[in-house]
């Protein structure tokens, strides 16, 4: 049975845990100084099974109770590399901020490994607690699973917890099937011949060429993709010129592709394939698209999303899907598994993520813990 006053008597814990890691964020897969922050408190936490050092700096501790597969939980850690702008006593102290929670995450994660490791006296299953680098890129869960991360450490589902600015203060919000979108880079460079601008016919304007294809694939989502589906293709990047009177010779695009399914993913990528085959016939010059494939559709485990909306009853708040893009997709592909976010919008905290003044009230952190143990009855791993 779920103790609540224990729970709440975390609050402290967590706080610290998150201003701490709030005031020396690291980014991408260098986070040497998080991950022994990490480490340091599951040992404190009386964790006997801790390993670090997977994807660089990722960290797993792991409470045996038996043989069986586990089930997991798993955090995020790195921070983005921009400035804060919140005037708060725990300000980042460098370059990089937790503008995207993860801050929370990972103290959420610490709270629940405290809280089970005082009472593992009462679990019946064991837990996986894997606080995984690099989400904002290169992909770590990618390269954690690829490192041995289900081979060494067996699970039977995993749980992965998002704050979102978008949702009502401490409302726990989620869905079934796919909830977040696959995405992927597009970079495209047109090479023409460049020429005195008083003298077009004597080149091949790359501008021209870049525009047309820019126009042209505006019509993949109207045109070749059922109007069922969901798809985006936005070019956000576009460069081309040195100067008013010179004709351009190179033109170089960036932009992104997001799909909630691999077969309407896999359709934009060959639309822009083709029309920049097509854009080079028709303007006589050279287009190159390169099209990088990055996260895969986070898709929730159906039973597992009927249980957690069962342990939340009413107050659950069930989301649309976001195009927005998270490498818990990558487990999801190993083992079922269930994303969800917990609302921290609220008349004091009322920007979204990836926002230079973010900030959540610690206390929604609570109930992400509580949530996790209310899974964790549900599925008959505690007593």
């Not at 045996?64 to 919140?86: C, H, K, Q, T, Y």
């Not at 409302?171 to 460049?194: D, P, Q, Y």
């Not at 287009?287 to 999303?305: G, H, K």
Request: proline share 3%; net charge negative.
């Amino acid at each position: 049975m779920i103790v609540r006053e224990d729970v709440q008597s975390l609050l402290d814990e967590v706080m610290s845990n998150r201003r701490h890691l709030h005031m020396y964020p690291e980014i991408a897969l260098n986070t040497p100084n998080t991950e022994a922050f990490i480490v340091e408190k599951l040992k404190s936490y009386g964790f006997e099974i801790v390993e670090q050092g997977i994807a660089e700096h990722g960290v797993v501790g792991y409470l045996w109770v038996n043989d069986e597969p586990a089930i997991g939980f798993r955090s995020d850690m790195d921070a983005l590399p921009m400035f804060e702008e919140n005037d708060v006593s725990y300000k980042s102290t460098n370059d990089y901020a937790h503008m995207c929670g993860h801050d929370g995450h990972m103290a959420a994660l610490l709270g629940l490994a405290k809280y089970l490791s005082a009472h593992k006296d009462k679990l019946k299953t064991s837990v996986c607690f894997v606080f995984q680098p690099g989400e904002e890129g290169p992909g770590g869960s990618k390269i954690m699973i690829e490192e041995g991360l289900f081979k060494k450490y067996p699970m039977r589902c995993i749980f992965g917890t998002h704050v979102m600015g978008e949702v009502a203060e401490g409302v726990i919000a989620s869905r079934s099937g796919a909830m977040m979108a696959r995405n992927g880079e597009v970079k495209v460079k047109i090479k023409g011949k460049g020429t005195h601008g008083a003298t077009p016919q004597l080149g091949k304007d790359a501008i021209v060429a870049g525009a047309a294809f820019v126009n042209q694939i505006q019509t993949i989502i109207s045109r070749s993709i059922s109007p069922l589906n969901s798809g985006v293709v936005s070019i956000g990047s576009f460069h081309g010129g040195s100067a008013e009177n010179i004709i351009a010779e190179i033109v170089q695009m960036e932009g992104t592709i997001r799909s909630f399914d691999d077969e309407t993913y896999a359709l934009i990528k060959e639309r822009l394939i083709s029309i920049g085959k097509g854009i080079a016939y028709s303007y006589d010059v050279d287009v190159d698209v390169e099209i990088i494939d990055y996260y895969l559709v986070v898709e929730n485990d159906e039973a597992l999303f009927n249980t957690l909306k069962n342990v939340i009853g009413d107050e659950f708040y069930e989301v649309e899907p976001k195009m927005a893009a998270e490498d818990f997709s990558f487990y999801q592909k190993e083992v079922p598994g269930l994303f969800y976010y917990v609302g921290t919008g609220s008349d004091t905290y009322n920007q979204h993520l990836h926002n230079a003044r973010y900030n959540f009230d610690e206390k929604v952190l609570l109930n992400v813990i509580e949530t996790n143990l209310r899974l964790l009855e549900a599925l008959e791993a505690i007593a």
